[in-house]
C-alpha cells in the first residue's frame, strides 16, 4: 500500500481530562510518528501538537480519528504521496 508523509496538527483545549487519552493513542501509532513537537498556549487555554508522520492512509486516518473523536481535540492533517 502507499505511504504518505505529511504533517498532523492537534489542537486540545481540555487538557487535564485529555492528555493521558490523547497520549496513549500516539504511543499505539508510534511507529507512524517521525516526530513530534507540543507547545502549550496559556492565553488562549489551548495545547497544540505538531506531529511528522510517515504511514498508510489507513494507519494516519485511524490515529486522526480516534484523537478527533476526543471531546475538546481538534485534528487536521497535509499528507503527500512518496515514491
Known amino acids: 500500500m502507499n505511504r504518505r508523509i505529511g504533517t498532523v496538527g492537534v ?3 481540555q487538557r487535564s481530562s485529555q492528555a493521558a487519552l490523547v497520549n496513549g493513542i500516539l504511543s499505539e501509532f508510534g511507529d507512524i510518528i517521525i516526530g513530534r513537537m507540543g507547545i502549550p498556549y496559556p492565553p488562549a487555554g489551548l495545547h497544540i501538537l505538531s506531529l511528522i508522520v510517515h504511514g498508510t ?23 503527500q504521496k512518496i515514491a
Open 11 to 13: 489542537i486540545i483545549t
Open 57 to 79: 492512509t489507513d494507519e494516519i486516518g485511524a490515529m486522526t480519528g480516534k484523537l478527533g473523536a476526543l471531546e475538546g481535540v481538534k485534528v487536521k492533517s497535509a499528507l
